[in-house]
């Protein structure tokens, strides 16, 4: 996806402390294999290695976060077994998973992103001698295909996910589909030096607290350094939106909650932090595709 500069408003946006906000729980890390379905409706044959292609959400209650995002954003769900498959019109865009609290913790949701890599097997051995750590696999996935559940020295579960099907093509982000990933991080530099190392990322410096990755001469996703540690080490999604300010009152009347509002940080009218009725973090963005340009290496 070529994502414009004028995403710099979404970039320099937040700062993110905050009180309060419902801790993550961590994914198991039990070894194991799963069967999910493909990541596209079809098989494309494209391998598009350091892309974003995927979101899945881990909740404690698939009802109620179904009820919520299709509340929100107008998606649709189709069961396929214990998987919800999430669809904004007729594509397909993402999944939902059951997750069960630990003992005596209760289960905060979570977003989940894969990015595509050519090979499981031969990034995840190079996951531990970079600074980071494998929390699941290398497994099968089914019709999915591969895939390894990773950290960064940061923290930030990542999957690494060699699809079977093939990566879906990269298309300019609709209105209430994915726009945008980015990690939160009180270190920067070694998040970065993972990265980059791990996925072949480029990268530059926007301003002291932010970096774009890129490869291919395009921004992949960004790193955003903040202060508090009780909200760094985690990758947050961002949906591209008409406008985020219509939808906060519906966000928090469905059970979310509002973090931070247009226009709250640094003048910024264009975007939004918010959580599901779940607790999972998402950030709203109003991002015009007439805008685009290509960020170079």
């Known amino acids: 996806m070529n ?3 004028y995403l710099l408003s979404l970039i320099l946006l937040l700062p993110l402390m905050l009180a309060g906000c419902a801790g993550m729980n961590g994914v198991s890390n039990s070894a194991g294999e799963y069967s999910l379905p493909p990541i596209t409706t079809s098989p494309t044959g494209e391998s598009r290695p350091g892309a974003f292609v995927w979101h899945d959400l881990l909740t404690p209650d698939v009802s109620a976060s179904r009820e919520y995002y299709a509340g929100l954003f107008g998606w649709t769900f189709r069961e396929n077994g214990s998987y919800t498959e999430i669809y904004l019109g ?6 939902m998973l059951p997750i ?3 003992e005596g913790k209760p289960a905060a949701a979570q977003w989940l992103a894969s990015v595509s890599v050519a090979d499981v097997n031969t990034t995840a051995s190079q996951v531990a001698d970079s600074d980071g750590r494998i929390i699941n696999g290398p497994m099968d996935l089914g019709a999915r295909g591969r895939g390894v559940l990773i950290a960064g020295p940061s ?7 060699q699809s079977k099907s093939g990566d879906p093509a990269d298309i300019p982000p609709a209105v209430n589909s994915w726009l945008w990933n980015e990690l939160w991080t009180t270190d920067l530099q070694p998040a970065v030096d993972f990265y980059a190392g791990l996925l072949g990322y480029q990268h530059k410096t926007v301003q002291d607290n932010y970096v774009i990755l890129s490869k291919g ?3 992949q996703a960004g790193i955003h350094k903040i202060q508090d540690k009780a909200f760094a080490g985690r990758w947050v999604p961002v949906v591209r939106v008409a406008d985020p300010q219509p939808l906060l009152d519906k966000a928090e009347s469905l059970g979310g909650k ?10 910024r009218p264009d975007a939004a932090l918010i959580s ?3 607790g999972a973090m998402v950030i709203l963005q109003r991002w015009s595709a007439d805008t685009k340009s290509k960020e170079a290496n």
């Open 90 to 95: 007729e594509q397909k865009i993402g999944g």
């Open 258 to 267: 509002v973090w931070v509002r247009p226009g709250e940080s640094k003048g």
């Open 155 to 161: 923290g930030g579960h990542l999957l690494l996910l």
């Open 276 to 278: 599901d009725n779940q």
């Open 217 to 219: 001469g395009q921004w």
């Open 100 to 102: 069960k609290p630990g």
């Open 3 to 5: 994502v414009p500069r």
